[in-house]
Protein backbone atom coordinates (compact mmCIF):
# COMPACT_ATOMS: atom_id res chain seq x y z
CA UNK A 1 0.00 0.00 0.00
CA UNK A 2 1.49 3.43 -0.91
CA UNK A 3 1.88 5.45 2.25
CA UNK A 4 2.22 8.76 0.35
CA UNK A 5 0.84 9.45 -3.06
CA UNK A 6 1.29 11.96 -5.15
CA UNK A 7 -0.31 13.18 -8.58
CA UNK A 8 0.74 13.45 -11.51
CA UNK A 9 4.30 11.77 -11.53
CA UNK A 10 4.83 14.40 -14.21
CA UNK A 11 3.54 18.03 -15.44
CA UNK A 12 4.82 19.56 -18.39
CA UNK A 13 2.93 22.68 -18.96
CA UNK A 14 3.67 26.52 -20.77
CA UNK A 15 4.68 29.34 -18.85
CA UNK A 16 1.63 31.56 -17.35
CA UNK A 17 -0.66 28.08 -16.81
CA UNK A 18 -2.35 27.53 -13.37
CA UNK A 19 -1.55 24.43 -12.42
CA UNK A 20 -2.48 21.76 -9.26
CA UNK A 21 -0.57 18.77 -7.62
CA UNK A 22 -2.98 16.40 -5.61
CA UNK A 23 -1.49 14.87 -2.42
CA UNK A 24 -2.53 12.18 -0.17
CA UNK A 25 -1.53 10.10 2.85
CA UNK A 26 -2.81 6.78 4.52
CA UNK A 27 -1.04 6.81 7.63
CA UNK A 28 -3.47 8.84 9.87
CA UNK A 29 -0.61 11.57 10.59
CA UNK A 30 -1.21 15.15 11.56
CA UNK A 31 1.35 16.99 9.77
CA UNK A 32 1.39 17.24 5.89
CA UNK A 33 4.70 19.14 4.07
CA UNK A 34 5.29 20.45 0.38
CA UNK A 35 9.03 20.52 -0.62
CA UNK A 36 10.70 21.61 -3.82
CA UNK A 37 13.60 20.27 -4.65
CA UNK A 38 15.48 22.13 -7.61
CA UNK A 39 18.09 20.89 -10.05
CA UNK A 40 21.45 20.88 -7.88
CA UNK A 41 19.16 18.36 -5.22
CA UNK A 42 18.26 21.45 -2.77
CA UNK A 43 15.22 20.33 -1.01
CA UNK A 44 13.61 23.03 0.63
CA UNK A 45 10.51 23.35 2.48
CA UNK A 46 7.89 25.06 0.98
CA UNK A 47 4.48 24.51 3.46
CA UNK A 48 3.72 22.76 6.44
CA UNK A 49 0.06 22.55 7.44
CA UNK A 50 -0.91 21.00 11.17
CA UNK A 51 -4.24 20.41 11.82
CA UNK A 52 -5.98 22.39 10.14
CA UNK A 53 -2.97 25.06 10.86
CA UNK A 54 -1.25 26.57 7.86
CA UNK A 55 2.33 27.46 8.34
CA UNK A 56 3.57 29.56 5.26
CA UNK A 57 7.03 30.02 4.24
CA UNK A 58 7.85 33.71 3.33
CA UNK A 59 9.95 32.61 0.72
CA UNK A 60 7.44 30.89 -1.30
CA UNK A 61 5.89 33.49 -3.69
CA UNK A 62 1.78 33.55 -3.02
CA UNK A 63 1.21 32.56 -6.42
CA UNK A 64 1.69 28.65 -4.64
CA UNK A 65 -1.53 27.76 -2.81
CA UNK A 66 -1.92 24.79 -0.52
CA UNK A 67 -5.16 23.74 0.14
CA UNK A 68 -6.52 20.98 2.57
CA UNK A 69 -9.95 19.47 2.21
CA UNK A 70 -9.02 17.14 5.08
CA UNK A 71 -6.24 16.23 7.00
CA UNK A 72 -5.46 13.05 4.39
CA UNK A 73 -4.70 15.53 1.51
CA UNK A 74 -2.72 18.57 1.22
CA UNK A 75 -2.66 19.89 -2.54
CA UNK A 76 -0.49 22.66 -4.15
CA UNK A 77 -2.01 25.03 -6.62
CA UNK A 78 0.26 27.30 -8.55
CA UNK A 79 -1.07 29.96 -10.46
CA UNK A 80 0.86 32.02 -13.41
CA UNK A 81 3.74 29.48 -13.80
CA UNK A 82 7.35 30.64 -14.67
CA UNK A 83 10.75 29.12 -15.80
CA UNK A 84 12.09 29.10 -12.25
CA UNK A 85 9.02 26.86 -10.88
CA UNK A 86 10.57 23.78 -12.90
CA UNK A 87 11.30 21.34 -10.17
CA UNK A 88 10.64 18.44 -8.64
CA UNK A 89 7.53 18.93 -5.39
CA UNK A 90 7.47 16.23 -2.98
CA UNK A 91 4.34 15.91 -0.26
CA UNK A 92 5.41 14.27 2.93
CA UNK A 93 3.43 13.86 6.41
CA UNK A 94 4.33 12.72 9.91
CA UNK A 95 3.02 12.41 12.87
CA UNK A 96 4.08 15.38 15.31
CA UNK A 97 6.83 17.64 14.78
CA UNK A 98 10.29 17.89 13.42
CA UNK A 99 11.61 15.54 14.99
CA UNK A 100 9.37 12.49 13.79
CA UNK A 101 9.75 10.59 10.19
CA UNK A 102 8.89 11.93 7.42
CA UNK A 103 7.01 10.14 4.85
CA UNK A 104 7.64 11.44 1.42
CA UNK A 105 5.97 10.38 -1.80
CA UNK A 106 7.21 9.75 -5.28
CA UNK A 107 7.14 13.43 -6.13
CA UNK A 108 6.11 15.34 -9.34
CA UNK A 109 8.45 16.78 -12.20
CA UNK A 110 7.00 19.70 -13.04
CA UNK A 111 8.96 21.79 -16.31
CA UNK A 112 7.46 25.02 -17.44
CA UNK A 113 8.10 26.05 -20.46
CA UNK B 1 22.01 31.56 4.06
CA UNK B 2 22.75 27.19 4.42
CA UNK B 3 22.41 26.29 7.83
CA UNK B 4 23.90 22.64 7.21
CA UNK B 5 26.98 22.00 4.85
CA UNK B 6 27.28 18.25 3.56
CA UNK B 7 30.40 17.32 2.31
CA UNK B 8 31.53 16.01 0.24
CA UNK B 9 29.43 16.84 -2.76
CA UNK B 10 30.35 13.60 -4.84
CA UNK B 11 32.16 10.84 -3.77
CA UNK B 12 32.68 7.96 -6.31
CA UNK B 13 34.58 4.64 -4.80
CA UNK B 14 35.03 0.98 -5.33
CA UNK B 15 32.72 -1.64 -3.67
CA UNK B 16 34.65 -2.90 -0.28
CA UNK B 17 35.34 0.44 0.44
CA UNK B 18 34.90 2.58 3.50
CA UNK B 19 33.53 6.01 3.27
CA UNK B 20 32.24 9.26 5.71
CA UNK B 21 29.78 11.94 5.06
CA UNK B 22 29.96 14.77 6.96
CA UNK B 23 27.06 17.60 8.16
CA UNK B 24 27.74 20.58 10.06
CA UNK B 25 26.34 23.54 10.98
CA UNK B 26 26.70 26.56 13.13
CA UNK B 27 23.39 26.44 14.27
CA UNK B 28 22.09 23.92 17.14
CA UNK B 29 19.67 21.37 16.20
CA UNK B 30 17.16 19.18 18.40
CA UNK B 31 17.63 16.67 16.66
CA UNK B 32 19.49 15.24 13.14
CA UNK B 33 18.02 13.02 10.55
CA UNK B 34 19.37 11.26 7.77
CA UNK B 35 17.71 10.26 4.52
CA UNK B 36 18.54 8.09 1.39
CA UNK B 37 17.14 9.28 -1.85
CA UNK B 38 17.50 7.15 -5.48
CA UNK B 39 16.93 8.32 -9.13
CA UNK B 40 12.87 9.31 -9.35
CA UNK B 41 11.72 8.43 -5.82
CA UNK B 42 11.09 10.27 -2.36
CA UNK B 43 13.65 10.37 0.20
CA UNK B 44 13.29 7.64 3.30
CA UNK B 45 14.56 8.23 6.65
CA UNK B 46 17.48 5.90 7.51
CA UNK B 47 17.51 7.21 11.11
CA UNK B 48 17.22 9.89 14.04
CA UNK B 49 19.76 11.33 16.81
CA UNK B 50 18.76 13.20 19.09
CA UNK B 51 21.26 13.20 22.16
CA UNK B 52 24.50 14.89 21.75
CA UNK B 53 26.80 12.10 21.22
CA UNK B 54 24.67 9.41 20.08
CA UNK B 55 26.02 7.25 17.62
CA UNK B 56 23.66 4.46 16.20
CA UNK B 57 24.24 1.31 13.75
CA UNK B 58 22.55 0.52 11.19
CA UNK B 59 24.14 -3.25 9.68
CA UNK B 60 26.78 -1.43 7.57
CA UNK B 61 25.85 2.13 8.32
CA UNK B 62 27.43 4.36 11.70
CA UNK B 63 25.53 7.25 12.34
CA UNK B 64 27.07 10.06 14.87
CA UNK B 65 25.32 13.23 16.63
CA UNK B 66 28.00 16.21 17.72
CA UNK B 67 28.24 16.59 21.37
CA UNK B 68 27.15 19.81 20.77
CA UNK B 69 24.39 18.92 18.58
CA UNK B 70 25.62 21.22 15.38
CA UNK B 71 27.13 18.46 13.40
CA UNK B 72 26.57 15.02 12.23
CA UNK B 73 28.08 11.84 10.02
CA UNK B 74 27.40 8.82 8.40
CA UNK B 75 29.95 6.23 8.05
CA UNK B 76 29.67 3.18 5.92
CA UNK B 77 31.93 -0.02 6.29
CA UNK B 78 31.86 -2.24 3.08
CA UNK B 79 30.43 0.10 0.75
CA UNK B 80 27.80 -2.18 -1.35
CA UNK B 81 26.54 -1.63 -5.16
CA UNK B 82 23.26 -0.55 -3.33
CA UNK B 83 24.74 1.90 -1.18
CA UNK B 84 24.51 4.50 -4.15
CA UNK B 85 22.11 7.31 -3.43
CA UNK B 86 21.82 10.93 -2.37
CA UNK B 87 22.24 11.15 0.95
CA UNK B 88 20.74 14.16 2.90
CA UNK B 89 21.50 15.09 6.24
CA UNK B 90 18.32 17.50 7.61
CA UNK B 91 18.54 19.56 11.12
CA UNK B 92 14.58 19.50 12.90
CA UNK B 93 13.50 22.14 15.44
CA UNK B 94 16.13 24.95 14.29
CA UNK B 95 14.78 28.40 15.70
CA UNK B 96 11.92 26.35 17.52
CA UNK B 97 9.84 25.89 14.42
CA UNK B 98 7.64 22.83 14.76
CA UNK B 99 7.29 19.96 11.98
CA UNK B 100 10.31 22.28 9.62
CA UNK B 101 13.56 20.18 8.92
CA UNK B 102 16.10 21.44 7.21
CA UNK B 103 17.63 20.26 4.68
CA UNK B 104 21.31 19.88 3.87
CA UNK B 105 22.22 19.85 -0.36
CA UNK B 106 22.90 16.14 0.03
CA UNK B 107 25.92 13.99 -0.85
CA UNK B 108 25.64 12.12 -4.21
CA UNK B 109 27.38 8.23 -3.40
CA UNK B 110 28.39 6.02 -6.45
CA UNK B 111 29.38 2.61 -5.56
CA UNK B 112 31.31 0.97 -8.15
CA UNK B 113 31.32 -2.63 -8.72
Known amino acids: DTAVSQTPKYLVTQMGNDKSIKCEQNLGHDTMYWYKQDSKKFLKIMFSYNNKELIINETVPNRFSPKSPDKAHLNLHINSLELGDSAVYFC????????????FGPGTRLTVL | TQLLEQSPQFLSIQEGENLTVYCNSSSVFSSLQWYRQEPGEGPVLLVTVVTGGEVKKLKRLTFQFGDARKDSSLHITAAQTGDTGLYLCAGGGYGGSQGNLIFGKGTKLSVKP
Open chain 1, 92 to 103: ASSQGGAREKQF
